[in-house]
Protein backbone atom coordinates (compact mmCIF):
# COMPACT_ATOMS: atom_id res chain seq x y z
CA UNK A 1 0.00 0.00 0.00
CA UNK A 2 2.55 2.15 0.74
CA UNK A 3 3.21 4.85 -1.70
CA UNK A 4 -0.65 4.70 -3.05
CA UNK A 5 -3.07 7.69 -1.73
CA UNK A 6 -6.29 6.52 0.12
CA UNK A 7 -9.16 8.24 1.40
CA UNK A 8 -9.71 7.53 4.80
CA UNK A 9 -12.62 9.24 5.18
CA UNK A 10 -14.69 5.85 4.76
CA UNK A 11 -12.76 4.22 7.80
CA UNK A 12 -12.40 7.02 9.84
CA UNK A 13 -16.70 7.54 9.98
CA UNK A 14 -16.90 3.74 10.74
CA UNK A 15 -14.37 4.54 13.71
CA UNK A 16 -16.21 7.32 14.87
CA UNK A 17 -19.78 5.66 14.41
CA UNK A 18 -18.13 2.39 16.89
CA UNK A 19 -17.24 5.00 19.05
CA UNK A 20 -20.69 6.63 19.06
CA UNK A 21 -22.22 3.60 20.42
CA UNK A 22 -19.68 2.61 23.25
CA UNK A 23 -21.76 3.45 26.63
CA UNK A 24 -20.56 4.41 30.00
CA UNK A 25 -20.98 1.41 30.96
CA UNK A 26 -18.82 -0.33 28.27
CA UNK A 27 -15.75 1.96 29.26
CA UNK A 28 -14.32 -0.28 31.43
CA UNK A 29 -14.45 -3.29 29.32
CA UNK A 30 -11.31 -5.62 28.20
CA UNK A 31 -9.97 -5.22 24.21
CA UNK A 32 -8.53 -7.84 22.12
CA UNK A 33 -4.96 -5.15 22.93
CA UNK A 34 -3.24 -6.12 26.17
CA UNK A 35 -3.91 -3.97 28.97
CA UNK A 36 -6.09 -1.66 28.08
CA UNK A 37 -9.70 -0.55 28.33
CA UNK A 38 -12.31 0.74 26.05
CA UNK A 39 -11.71 3.88 27.65
CA UNK A 40 -7.67 3.63 26.84
CA UNK A 41 -8.56 2.38 23.04
CA UNK A 42 -10.56 5.30 23.05
CA UNK A 43 -7.92 7.61 24.26
CA UNK A 44 -5.27 5.50 22.07
CA UNK A 45 -7.52 6.06 19.12
CA UNK A 46 -8.18 10.36 19.90
CA UNK A 47 -4.08 10.46 20.17
CA UNK A 48 -3.08 8.50 17.11
CA UNK A 49 -5.66 10.77 15.23
CA UNK A 50 -4.53 13.91 16.28
CA UNK A 51 -0.64 12.67 15.54
CA UNK A 52 -1.20 11.38 12.31
CA UNK A 53 -3.72 14.47 10.95
CA UNK A 54 0.13 16.21 11.83
CA UNK A 55 2.06 14.35 10.43
CA UNK A 56 0.14 14.19 7.01
CA UNK A 57 0.23 18.23 7.68
CA UNK A 58 3.70 17.94 7.97
CA UNK A 59 3.41 19.92 11.73
CA UNK A 60 5.66 18.23 13.51
CA UNK A 61 5.83 18.61 17.44
CA UNK A 62 4.31 17.00 20.24
CA UNK A 63 1.68 15.29 18.99
CA UNK A 64 4.39 13.55 16.58
CA UNK A 65 6.79 13.18 18.85
CA UNK A 66 5.34 11.24 21.49
CA UNK A 67 6.21 7.85 21.61
CA UNK A 68 2.77 5.57 21.56
CA UNK A 69 4.43 3.39 24.46
CA UNK A 70 5.14 6.56 26.58
CA UNK A 71 2.18 6.46 28.87
CA UNK A 72 -1.47 4.40 29.17
CA UNK A 73 -3.60 6.57 26.83
CA UNK A 74 -7.05 7.49 28.35
CA UNK A 75 -10.12 9.71 27.48
CA UNK A 76 -10.45 13.17 28.56
CA UNK A 77 -14.30 14.67 29.74
CA UNK A 78 -14.93 15.64 26.26
CA UNK A 79 -14.09 12.53 24.39
CA UNK A 80 -17.24 12.21 22.65
CA UNK A 81 -16.78 15.19 20.70
CA UNK A 82 -12.90 15.50 20.63
CA UNK A 83 -12.56 11.87 19.11
CA UNK A 84 -14.61 12.41 15.90
CA UNK A 85 -13.25 15.61 15.11
CA UNK A 86 -10.03 14.50 15.05
CA UNK A 87 -10.97 10.97 12.92
CA UNK A 88 -12.02 13.79 10.75
CA UNK A 89 -9.74 16.07 10.62
CA UNK A 90 -7.26 12.92 10.35
CA UNK A 91 -9.16 11.87 7.18
CA UNK A 92 -8.69 16.10 6.01
CA UNK A 93 -5.16 15.70 6.03
CA UNK A 94 -4.35 12.76 3.87
CA UNK A 95 -6.88 13.99 0.97
CA UNK A 96 -3.92 16.36 0.58
CA UNK A 97 -1.76 14.22 -2.03
CA UNK A 98 1.22 16.53 -0.59
CA UNK A 99 0.97 14.29 2.55
CA UNK A 100 1.78 11.05 0.94
CA UNK A 101 5.05 12.51 -0.22
CA UNK A 102 8.57 13.77 1.61
CA UNK A 103 9.21 12.73 5.34
CA UNK A 104 6.94 13.38 8.28
CA UNK A 105 7.19 11.89 12.05
CA UNK A 106 4.55 10.26 14.35
CA UNK A 107 5.23 8.04 17.08
CA UNK A 108 9.16 9.74 17.19
CA UNK A 109 10.31 7.87 14.12
CA UNK A 110 10.94 9.83 10.94
CA UNK A 111 9.08 8.04 7.79
CA UNK A 112 8.32 8.62 4.14
CA UNK A 113 4.63 10.06 4.01
CA UNK A 114 3.66 7.27 2.13
CA UNK A 115 4.80 4.84 4.90
CA UNK A 116 3.15 7.07 7.64
CA UNK A 117 -0.24 6.97 5.81
CA UNK A 118 0.02 3.44 5.28
CA UNK A 119 0.28 3.10 9.37
CA UNK A 120 -2.43 5.54 9.79
CA UNK A 121 -4.42 2.97 7.77
CA UNK A 122 -3.66 0.25 9.90
CA UNK A 123 -4.34 1.83 12.98
CA UNK A 124 -7.75 2.32 11.93
CA UNK A 125 -8.57 -1.00 10.68
CA UNK A 126 -7.32 -2.39 13.39
CA UNK A 127 -7.99 -0.71 16.28
CA UNK A 128 -11.88 -0.53 14.84
CA UNK A 129 -11.80 -4.08 15.03
CA UNK A 130 -10.51 -3.61 18.60
CA UNK A 131 -13.62 -1.18 19.56
CA UNK A 132 -15.82 -3.43 17.83
CA UNK A 133 -15.22 -6.52 18.99
CA UNK A 134 -14.68 -5.28 22.77
CA UNK A 135 -18.33 -3.70 22.66
CA UNK A 136 -19.94 -6.86 21.26
CA UNK A 137 -20.55 -4.09 17.40
CA UNK A 138 -20.58 -5.36 13.95
CA UNK A 139 -17.83 -4.92 11.62
CA UNK A 140 -17.10 -3.59 8.31
CA UNK A 141 -14.21 -1.83 7.84
CA UNK A 142 -14.11 -0.12 4.30
CA UNK A 143 -12.75 -2.47 1.75
CA UNK A 144 -10.13 -0.42 0.30
CA UNK A 145 -9.14 0.47 3.63
CA UNK A 146 -8.52 -3.12 4.44
CA UNK A 147 -6.84 -3.96 1.31
CA UNK A 148 -4.17 -1.37 2.19
CA UNK A 149 -4.33 -2.70 5.66
CA UNK A 150 -3.68 -5.85 4.88
CA UNK A 151 -0.75 -4.63 2.29
CA UNK A 152 1.03 -3.40 4.93
CA UNK A 153 0.97 -6.03 7.78
CA UNK A 154 2.35 -7.74 4.55
CA UNK A 155 5.59 -5.62 4.83
CA UNK A 156 5.73 -6.33 8.33
CA UNK A 157 6.02 -10.13 8.80
CA UNK A 158 9.61 -9.65 6.94
CA UNK A 159 11.03 -6.83 9.42
CA UNK A 160 11.21 -8.47 12.85
CA UNK A 161 11.45 -8.24 15.54
CA UNK A 162 7.69 -8.57 17.05
CA UNK A 163 8.36 -8.04 20.51
CA UNK A 164 4.64 -7.04 21.48
CA UNK A 165 6.27 -2.95 20.77
CA UNK A 166 4.11 -2.41 17.85
CA UNK A 167 2.36 -5.83 16.66
CA UNK A 168 2.12 -9.06 18.42
CA UNK A 169 3.29 -12.58 17.50
CA UNK A 170 1.96 -13.27 14.43
CA UNK A 171 -1.36 -15.49 15.01
CA UNK A 172 -1.84 -18.35 12.58
CA UNK A 173 -4.55 -17.75 10.31
CA UNK A 174 -5.96 -19.99 7.56
CA UNK A 175 -4.69 -18.87 3.71
CA UNK A 176 -8.63 -19.08 2.84
CA UNK A 177 -9.94 -16.84 5.67
CA UNK A 178 -12.00 -13.76 5.10
CA UNK A 179 -9.05 -10.83 4.32
CA UNK A 180 -9.81 -9.24 8.18
CA UNK A 181 -9.16 -12.26 9.79
CA UNK A 182 -5.67 -12.56 7.87
CA UNK A 183 -5.13 -8.98 8.42
CA UNK A 184 -5.44 -9.56 12.21
CA UNK A 185 -3.35 -12.69 12.59
CA UNK A 186 -0.49 -10.66 10.80
CA UNK A 187 -1.15 -8.16 13.73
CA UNK A 188 -1.02 -10.05 16.63
CA UNK A 189 -4.33 -10.85 17.05
CA UNK A 190 -6.37 -13.64 17.15
CA UNK A 191 -9.97 -13.33 15.00
CA UNK A 192 -11.38 -15.34 17.41
CA UNK A 193 -10.91 -13.03 20.43
CA UNK A 194 -13.86 -12.63 22.81
CA UNK A 195 -14.50 -10.15 25.41
Known amino acids: MTGTMLDLG ?3 LIVARLAEEVTDEQLSAATPCPDLAVRNLLGHLTGLSAAFRDAGRKR ?15 I ?10 AL ?3 ADS ?6 WTGVTRAGGVNLPGSV ?5 VDELVIHGWDLARATGRPYAPDPAALDAAYAFLLTTVEHPP ?10 PVPQDAPLLDRA ?11 A
Open 10 to 12: PQT
Open 60 to 74: LGATTDTSPNAATPD
Open 94 to 99: WRDPAA
Open 162 to 171: RDGGLFGPLV
Open 88 to 90: AEL
Open 76 to 85: GPDWRTELPK
Open 184 to 194: LGLSGRDPGWK
Open 116 to 120: AGAVA
